[in-house]
C-alpha cells in the first residue's frame, strides 16, 4: 500500500515498524509520530520520529529509554516512498541523517583486520 | 539426491548442537538423583523446542523476517522491551556458563590454567565467528558435536535395566524427593527449551534466505535432527544413572560426565566426550552471543547479519564482540561455570513466557504469514506449551531456594 | 525516637548472637549434607583412580579433575573443622584424608600401583563417610 492510499490504522500500519533506506539499508525502527491538524479533525502525519527521545510518548519503559538518550530525527512524512511489512523511504539513509549509530560504529569496526 | 544430502546435513548439525552446558549438567545430575525417572521430561522438552522451533522457521521463511525483528510491532514498544532486556540477560548469564564449559573442557585436555584458557577460549570464538561464514559456523560445531554420541554408545554399553529405561518415559512421581523432582522437571525442561535456541534458529533462517520451498525441508530437519538430538540427552542420564546413581556421587564438575564415558568405553571414550562437550558447548556459546546481538539490532532496527562485512552491520558486530567479552568477565570472576549454568537455566524459565508469547503471537499474525499461519494443531500444541511454561517459570525461583539448587 | 532504639538494640545484639553463636556449630542437616558431599567426593576419586589404574584414563584428565576433587574435599574439611561436634570432627578426619589421597592421584603420573591403592582407599574412605552418614 502506497502513501498515497488514503487512510490506514497509524497505530497497527506504521508504528514500530522497520525503516528502510532506498538503498534497502536498514535505518531505524519508526519509534513515533507527530501529528497535525488534530485540531482540525482531520490528523495526518507530519513527521516519523526515530531514535533518541522519541521514546518518551512510548509509555513508562518507553520514559526511561527517552531519559537515557540523546534527540530524535525526525523525518518528514514526505519522504516516505511506500508503507508495506516495512516503511520503505525515498532517499539514502545517510541524506535523511539516519542510521548514524551504524556509521558511527563502522568507523571503529573498520579499523579491526577482516572487517 | 542433493535435497536427501542437503537434508542429512542439516540433521547431523542438529544433533551436534543440540546439547549444551545447561543440558549437560541437569540432565547428568537428573540421572545421578533419579535414575532414569526424568526421561519422559526430556521427550516432553525435546516436543516443545521441536514445535516451537517450527514455528520460527515458518515465521521466517513466511515473512523473511525472523521472529525477534517482528516482535516489537506485534505486541509494542513497551512489551518488546521487556522481552529484549529479559532475552539479553539470559543470553549473557547463559553465555558466560558456555564460555566457562569451554574453558574447563580445555583445561581437561591441556591441564592448561583456567583464566588463561578463558582467554584463550573467547579468542578463538571470536575469531571463529569473525571469519567463518554463518553456514560453516553452523557446520563446523554441528559435525565435531557429533563426537557426543560416545555417550549413547555408552549408555548401551553400561548395560542399564531396560525394564527400567522403559518405565522411565512413563510420567510418574517419584519415589524419592518431591520437591527436588519437581526442581529437576523444571530444570531439565529449561534446559530443553532454551530461547536463545530458536531466535537464533529464526534469524539464521533468514541468514540462509528461507523461502517457503524450503520450508518442508526445515520442518523435516528441525523434527528429526532434534529428536535424535534428545538421544543424547537420553544417554547423559541413562550413563549417569548407572555409573552414578549407586555409587553415591552426585556430579558437580563438568569432568564427571566425562568420567562417565571413560568408565564405560576407556581413553577413547574419554576423549571423545571432551572434544563433543568442547564443540557443543562452545557452538552454544557463539549462539548466545549472536542471538543477543540479533535482539538488540532487531528491536532498534539496525542492520544486522553475517551475511554482511562486519563493517556493513557495525553496531551488530559490535553488540556479539561486546556480549562475548561481558560474558568472559563474568567468568574471569572466577564463580563455577557449573552454578552459574544453574543459575542461567532457572533464570530462563522464569523469563520463559516472555520469551515464548510472542512466538506464538507472531505466527499466528495473517498480516505476515498469510495462509501460512499456525493451523488447529500447532496452535493446540502451542497453548498448551504455554500453559506448562507459565506453570514452570511461576515455581523456579521457588523451587530452587526451597530445594538449595536440587541438593534438598 | 528513644524507644526505638531502646528496642532496635538490644534485639540487634540478640541476632548477632544468634548468627556467630550458630556459626559455631553445624546443626544436623548441614552435617549429613557435608558427609554426602565427601562420600560422593571419594566414590568419584575412587572411580577415577581406578581407571587411571588400568590406562584407560590420560594423565591430563586425572590429574586436573583430581584437583578438582581435592579442592572441594579439602573446602568441605575446612567448614567440618569448625564444626564443633565430635561427629563433625570425624567426619572432617575422613575428608582430610579423602583430600590427600586426591591429592596424592593428582601427583600419580602414571604410577599404577599408587593408583590401585588410591581407589581402594577412596573406596574405603566412602564408604565410612556413608556410615558416619547413617549414624547421624
Given at each position: 500500500?502506497?502513501?498515497?492510499d488514503?487512510?490506514?490504522?497509524?497505530?497497527?500500519g506504521?508504528l514500530?515498524?522497520?525503516?528502510?533506506?532506498?538503498?534497502?539499508?536498514?535505518?531505524?525502527?519508526?519509534?513515533?509520530?507527530?501529528?497535525?491538524g488534530?485540531?482540525?479533525?482531520?490528523?495526518?502525519?507530519?513527521?516519523i520520529?526515530?531514535g533518541g527521545n522519541?521514546?518518551?510518548?512510548r509509555?513508562?519503559l518507553g520514559?526511561?529509554?527517552?531519559?537515557?538518550?540523546?534527540?530524535?530525527?525526525?523525518?518528514?512524512?514526505?519522504e516516505v516512498?511506500?508503507?508495506?511489512?516495512?516503511v520503505?523511504?525515498?532517499?539514502?539513509a545517510?541524506?535523511l541523517?539516519?542510521?548514524?549509530?551504524?556509521?558511527?560504529?563502522?568507523?571503529?569496526?573498520?579499523?579491526?583486520p577482516?572487517a | 539426491?542433493?535435497?536427501?544430502?542437503?537434508?542429512a546435513?542439516?540433521?547431523?548439525?542438529a544433533?551436534?548442537?543440540?546439547?549444551d552446558?545447561?543440558?549437560?549438567?541437569?540432565?547428568?545430575?537428573?540421572?545421578?538423583?533419579f535414575?532414569?525417572?526424568?526421561?519422559?521430561?526430556?521427550?516432553?522438552?525435546?516436543?516443545g523446542?521441536i514445535?516451537?522451533?517450527?514455528?520460527?522457521?515458518r515465521v521466517?521463511a513466511?515473512s523473511?523476517?525472523?521472529?525477534?525483528?517482528?516482535?516489537?510491532?506485534r505486541?509494542?514498544?513497551?512489551?518488546?522491551?521487556?522481552?529484549?532486556?529479559?532475552?539479553?540477560v539470559?543470553?549473557?548469564?547463559?553465555?558466560a556458563?558456555?564460555i566457562g564449559?569451554v574453558?574447563?573442557?580445555?583445561?581437561?585436555?591441556?591441564?592448561?590454567?583456567y583464566r588463561f584458557?578463558?582467554?584463550?577460549?573467547?579468542?578463538?570464538?571470536?575469531?571463529?565467528?569473525?571469519?567463518?561464514?554463518?553456514?560453516?559456523?553452523e557446520?563446523l560445531f554441528?559435525?565435531?558435536?557429533?563426537?557426543?554420541l560416545?555417550?549413547?554408545?555408552?549408555a548401551?554399553k553400561?548395560h542399564?535395566?531396560w525394564?527400567?529405561?522403559?518405565?522411565?518415559?512413563?510420567?510418574?512421581?517419584?519415589?524419592?524427593?518431591?520437591?527436588?523432582?519437581?526442581?529437576?522437571v523444571?530444570?531439565l525442561?529449561?534446559?530443553?527449551?532454551?530461547?536463545?535456541?530458536?531466535?537464533?534458529?529464526s534469524?539464521?533462517a533468514?541468514?540462509?534466505?528461507?523461502?517457503?520451498k524450503?520450508?518442508r525441508?526445515n520442518?523435516?530437519?528441525?523434527?528429526i535432527?532434534?529428536g535424535?538430538?534428545?538421544?543424547?540427552?537420553?544417554s547423559?542420564?541413562?550413563?549417569?544413572?548407572?555409573?552414578?546413581?549407586?555409587?553415591?556421587?552426585d556430579?558437580?564438575?563438568?569432568?564427571?560426565?566425562?568420567?562417565g564415558?571413560e568408565?564405560?568405553?576407556?581413553?577413547?571414550?574419554?576423549v571423545?566426550?571432551?572434544?563433543?562437550?568442547?564443540?557443543?558447548?562452545?557452538?552454544?556459546?557463539?549462539?548466545?552471543?549472536f542471538s543477543?546481538?540479533?535482539?538488540?539490532a532487531q528491536?532498534?532496527?539496525?542492520?544486522?547479519?553475517?551475511?554482511h562485512?562486519p563493517?556493513?552491520?557495525?553496531?551488530?558486530a559490535?553488540?556479539w564482540?561486546?556480549?562475548?567479552?561481558?560474558?568472559?568477565g563474568i567468568?574471569?570472576?572466577?564463580?563455577d561455570p557449573?552454578?552459574?549454568?544453574?543459575?542461567?537455566?532457572?533464570?530462563?524459565?522464569?523469563?520463559?513466557?516472555?520469551?515464548?508469547?510472542p512466538?506464538?503471537?507472531?505466527?499466528n499474525?495473517?498480516?505476515?504469514?498469510?495462509?501460512?499461519?499456525?493451523?488447529r494443531?500447532?496452535?493446540?500444541?502451542?497453548?498448551v506449551?504455554f500453559?506448562?511454561?507459565?506453570?514452570i517459570?511461576?515455581?523456579?525461583?521457588?523451587l530452587?531456594?526451597?530445594?538449595?539448587?536440587?541438593?534438598? | 525516637m528513644r524507644?526505638?532504639a531502646?528496642?532496635?538494640?538490644?534485639?540487634?545484639?540478640?541476632?548477632?548472637?544468634?548468627?556467630?553463636?550458630?556459626q559455631?556449630?553445624l546443626g544436623?542437616?548441614?552435617?549429613s549434607?557435608?558427609?554426602k558431599?565427601i562420600?560422593?567426593?571419594?566414590?568419584?576419586g575412587s572411580?577415577?583412580?581406578?581407571d587411571?589404574?588400568?590406562g584407560?584414563?590420560t594423565?591430563?584428565?586425572?590429574?586436573?579433575?583430581?584437583?578438582?576433587?581435592?579442592?572441594?574435599?579439602?573446602?568441605s574439611?575446612?567448614?567440618?573443622?569448625?564444626?564443633?561436634t565430635?561427629?563433625?570432627?570425624?567426619?572432617?578426619?575422613?575428608a582430610?584424608?579423602?583430600?590427600n589421597?586426591?591429592?596424592?592421584?593428582?601427583r600419580?603420573?602414571?604410577?599404577?600401583?599408587?593408583?590401585r591403592?588410591?581407589?581402594?582407599d577412596?573406596?574405603?574412605?566412602?564408604?565410612a563417610?556413608?556410615?558416619?552418614?547413617?549414624?547421624?
Amino acid at each position: 500500500m502506497t502513501v498515497s492510499d488514503g487512510e490506514f490504522d497509524l497505530g497497527l500500519g506504521v508504528l514500530d515498524h522497520q525503516l528502510v533506506d532506498r538503498d534497502g539499508r536498514n535505518c531505524g525502527k519508526v519509534d513515533d509520530l507527530e501529528l497535525t491538524g488534530l485540531s482540525d479533525g482531520e490528523p495526518e502525519v507530519a513527521f516519523i520520529l526515530v531514535g533518541g527521545n522519541a521514546w518518551r510518548g512510548r509509555g513508562v519503559l518507553g520514559r526511561l529509554a527517552a531519559a537515557l538518550s540523546g534527540n530524535a530525527v525526525r523525518v518528514p512524512w514526505s519522504e516516505v516512498d511506500e508503507v508495506s511489512s516495512v516503511v520503505k523511504l525515498k532517499r539514502s539513509a545517510q541524506e535523511l541523517r539516519l542510521g548514524r549509530g551504524d556509521d558511527r560504529a563502522a568507523r571503529l569496526v573498520r579499523r579491526l583486520p577482516g572487517a | 539426491m542433493k535435497q536427501f544430502l542437503q537434508i542429512a546435513l542439516g540433521i547431523l548439525s542438529a544433533i551436534g548442537g543440540f546439547v549444551d552446558i545447561g543440558d549437560l549438567v541437569f540432565n547428568t545430575q537428573a540421572g545421578a538423583t533419579f535414575g532414569f525417572e526424568l526421561l519422559w521430561v526430556v521427550v516432553i522438552g525435546v516436543i516443545g523446542i521441536i514445535v516451537y522451533s517450527e514455528m520460527c522457521g515458518r515465521v521466517a521463511a513466511a515473512s523473511k523476517r525472523p521472529v525477534f525483528d517482528l516482535v516489537r510491532e506485534r505486541v509494542g514498544f513497551g512489551a518488546g522491551l521487556s522481552t529484549l532486556i529479559a532475552s539479553e540477560v539470559v543470553n549473557l548469564l547463559t553465555c558466560a556458563a558456555e564460555i566457562g564449559g569451554v574453558a574447563i573442557v580445555l583445561q581437561l585436555l591441556s591441564g592448561l590454567p583456567y583464566r588463561f584458557l578463558i582467554l584463550l577460549g573467547v579468542i578463538g570464538l571470536v575469531v571463529i565467528s569473525w571469519v567463518l561464514p554463518f553456514e560453516w559456523l553452523e557446520r563446523l560445531f554441528g559435525y565435531v558435536g557429533l563426537c557426543l554420541l560416545v555417550f549413547a554408545v555408552a549408555a548401551i554399553k553400561v548395560h542399564p535395566h531396560w525394564g527400567g529405561v522403559a518405565h522411565g518415559f512413563v510420567p510418574g512421581v517419584s519415589s524419592g524427593n518431591r520437591l527436588v523432582y519437581m526442581y529437576f522437571v523444571v530444570g531439565l525442561l529449561g534446559a530443553a527449551l532454551t530461547p536463545y535456541e530458536v531466535y537464533f534458529y529464526s534469524s539464521g533462517a533468514v541468514e540462509d534466505a528461507w523461502g517457503l520451498k524450503d520450508l518442508r525441508i526445515n520442518k523435516i530437519t528441525s523434527i528429526i535432527g532434534y529428536g535424535l538430538g534428545a538421544f543424547l540427552s537420553f544417554s547423559l542420564m541413562i550413563v549417569a544413572a548407572v555409573l552414578f546413581l549407586p555409587r553415591g556421587i552426585d556430579p558437580q564438575f563438568l569432568g564427571t560426565p566425562a568420567l562417565g564415558a571413560e568408565a564405560a568405553l576407556g581413553k577413547i571414550g574419554l576423549v571423545l566426550a571432551l572434544v563433543g562437550i568442547l564443540f557443543a558447548v562452545g557452538g552454544a556459546a557463539i549462539e548466545t552471543s549472536f542471538s543477543g546481538a540479533y535482539n538488540l539490532a532487531q528491536f532498534f532496527g539496525w542492520q544486522w547479519g553475517k551475511r554482511h562485512r562486519p563493517s556493513g552491520a557495525p553496531r551488530f558486530a559490535l553488540s556479539w564482540l561486546v556480549m562475548f567479552v561481558l560474558a568472559a568477565g563474568i567468568v574471569m570472576t572466577g564463580y563455577d561455570p557449573v552454578k552459574i549454568t544453574e543459575y542461567s537455566v532457572i533464570f530462563s524459565v522464569v523469563a520463559l513466557p516472555l520469551t515464548f508469547l510472542p512466538i506464538l503471537l507472531v505466527a499466528n499474525d495473517p498480516a505476515y504469514m498469510g495462509s501460512n499461519r499456525n493451523g488447529r494443531f500447532s496452535n493446540v500444541i502451542g497453548i498448551v506449551y504455554f500453559v506448562l511454561i507459565l506453570a514452570i517459570a511461576v515455581s523456579a525461583i521457588p523451587l530452587m531456594i526451597l530445594t538449595n539448587g536440587g541438593q534438598g | 525516637m528513644r524507644l526505638i532504639a531502646r528496642i532496635a538494640i538490644p534485639l540487634a545484639a540478640l541476632l548477632l548472637l544468634v548468627a556467630c553463636g550458630g556459626q559455631g556449630t553445624l546443626g544436623k542437616k548441614a552435617l549429613s549434607q557435608e558427609a554426602k558431599g565427601i562420600q560422593s567426593l571419594a566414590a568419584e576419586g575412587s572411580l577415577l583412580a581406578g581407571d587411571a589404574a588400568r590406562g584407560r584414563s590420560t594423565t591430563v584428565f586425572t590429574r586436573v579433575h583430581a584437583r578438582f576433587l581435592r579442592d572441594a574435599a579439602r573446602k568441605s574439611a575446612a567448614t567440618l573443622e569448625h564444626g564443633g561436634t565430635s561427629k563433625a570432627q570425624r567426619l572432617g578426619r575422613v575428608a582430610d584424608r579423602v583430600g590427600n589421597d586426591l591429592e596424592r592421584l593428582s601427583r600419580s603420573g602414571s604410577d599404577r600401583e599408587l593408583q590401585r591403592l588410591l581407589e581402594h582407599d577412596l573406596a574405603l574412605a566412602s564408604a565410612a563417610a556413608k556410615r558416619l552418614d547413617k549414624s547421624l
